[in-house]
């Protein structure tokens, strides 16, 4: 195992990642403006993209089985990428030319690769990290996914201007196959970890890993509640910046500031890791998010970039919090699905808050905060009130 880490490094794993993140944050805006443009209306982009992450949900506990039967789960992760990159090419350059079922069903099959594109590369992490490594690195590559979102959604919007929708969307799927080489070197993991089971009956063991940690269950419970508030941001941006600023194009700064704290909160906290359990930083998270949703319900400008700065503060360490307790707590057999499963349920929940934020935004911003709030409340009372 030692010969293959040095063969194929934490670097290596590093750029795949981000390549396979960058992707994944400008799909969505890449999509609605696609929409846009094709239909000059944003509600087929709307429901393509609630398709696409929803369907994560179906596909993370399948994929992961497959990750952790593989003698070389570098090689499934490799052809999960591969079908990915294909599948949304498809999706982009179809969408608006077939019917909406049509692009729904694409999306659908696209998105169930969804959390295998993300967590399936932070469930192998510990194939490339010694033990004592493994906090320093899980916050690491946690932080990946805080760069991708800060560049992700303001790059997509900017190319999409210079160049257009379609160009766009076939260097994001470059992207994703520019990854797929550093997936395919992944090292072998030992036959001890093969599994000779049926395929179906090992789909399962993930969620029963979860159920039966009291970490893993905590953890789990409290990011996806957390979760579902939080994914209303998207909506929350636009909305605030047009009540704040004057217009609603100051949404992308606000997400921006929200991306570059989380980047710094979560740089931090991979440096001082070992000050405090990932369980306790996961349950401040929300607390802290609470108080950004507070925060965004007062006029003050200063007040609201604060709100957003605190929201990512909160967002990246509990991220990389997660994962410090995935990998503690999940077995080599059943990592993959540990993490797929709790990504699917996290990106379900977004997606929900999302569209629920999108329909009550309609009416009044204070409602979705209100809704918000009461989800990150609630995340804290879980934390607390789960054996």
């Known amino acids: 195992m030692k010969t293959h880490i040095r063969r194929y490094g934490f670097g290596q794993y590093l750029a795949g990642a981000l390549l396979t993140r960058l992707s994944d944050e400008m799909d969505g805006q890449t999509l609605l403006l696609l929409s846009l443009a094709v239909t000059h209306r944003v509600t087929l982009g709307a429901d393509v993209l609630a398709a696409l992450t929803a369907s994560a949900a179906i596909g993370g506990p399948l994929w992961g089985a497959l990750l952790d039967r593989a003698p070389q789960p570098g090689r499934v992760l490799a052809g999960a990428l591969g079908a990915y990159a294909v599948g949304f090419g498809i999706l982009a350059t179809t969408l608006g030319h077939i019917s909406v079922w049509q692009s729904v069903m694409v999306a659908v099959a696209v998105g169930s690769l969804t959390s295998t594109i993300s967590s399936g590369w932070s469930s192998r992490l510990p194939d490339l990290v010694s033990a004592s490594q493994i906090d320093r690195a899980s916050a690491v590559d946690a932080a990946s996914y805080n760069v991708a979102g800060l560049v992700g959604p303001a790059g997509a919007g900017l190319l999409v201007m210079v160049w257009g929708g379609i160009p766009v969307a076939i260097l994001l799927s470059?992207?994703?196959?520019?990854?797929?080489?550093?997936?395919?070197?992944?090292?072998?993991?030992?036959?001890?970890?093969?599994?000779?089971?049926?395929?179906?009956?090992?789909?399962?063991?993930?969620?029963?890993?979860?159920?039966?940690?009291?970490?893993?269950?905590?953890?789990?419970?409290?990011?996806?509640?957390?979760?579902?508030?939080?994914?209303?941001?998207?909506?929350?941006?636009?909305?605030?910046?047009?009540g704040t600023f004057g217009r609603?194009?100051?949404?992308?700064?606000?997400?921006?500031?929200?991306?570059?704290?989380?980047?710094?909160?979560?740089?931090?906290?991979?440096?001082?890791?070992?000050?405090?359990?990932?369980?306790?930083?996961?349950?401040?998270?929300?607390f802290i998010m609470a108080l950004g949703f507070v925060l965004l319900m007062t006029s003050s400008r200063g007040l609201v970039v604060a709100a957003m700065a605190l929201l990512g503060i909160a967002d990246g360490p509990q991220l990389a919090a997660v994962f410090a307790v995935r990998h503690r707590e999940a077995e080599d057999t059943t990592r993959s699905q540990v993490?797929?499963?709790?990504?699917?349920?996290?990106?379900?929940?977004?997606?929900?808050?999302?569209?629920?934020?999108?329909?009550?935004?309609?009416?009044?911003?204070?409602?979705?905060?209100?809704?918000?709030?009461?989800?990150?409340?609630?995340?804290?009372?879980?934390?607390f009130a789960l054996p």
């Open 339 to 383: 993490f797929m499963t709790g990504a699917s349920l996290k990106i379900a929940a977004a997606s929900l808050g999302m569209a629920l934020a999108g329909h009550l935004g309609a009416s009044s911003l204070r409602i979705v905060l209100v809704v918000a709030l009461a989800a990150e409340l609630g995340a804290e009372v879980a934390y």
């Open 248 to 286: 609603a194009g100051f949404g992308g700064p606000l997400l921006s500031v929200l991306s570059a704290a989380a980047l710094l909160a979560t740089a931090i906290y991979a440096k001082y890791s070992r000050v405090a359990p990932p369980e306790v930083v996961v349950g401040a998270t929300p």
């Open 174 to 242: 470059g992207f994703i196959l520019a990854a797929v080489p550093a997936a395919w070197r992944m090292p072998a993991v030992p036959a001890k970890h093969h599994q000779v089971s049926g395929f179906l009956s090992d789909v399962w063991p993930g969620l029963r890993t979860i159920a039966s940690s009291r970490a893993l269950r905590r953890v789990t419970v409290v990011s996806v509640v957390s979760y579902f508030g939080f994914g209303m941001i998207g909506v929350v941006a636009p909305l605030t910046a047009q």
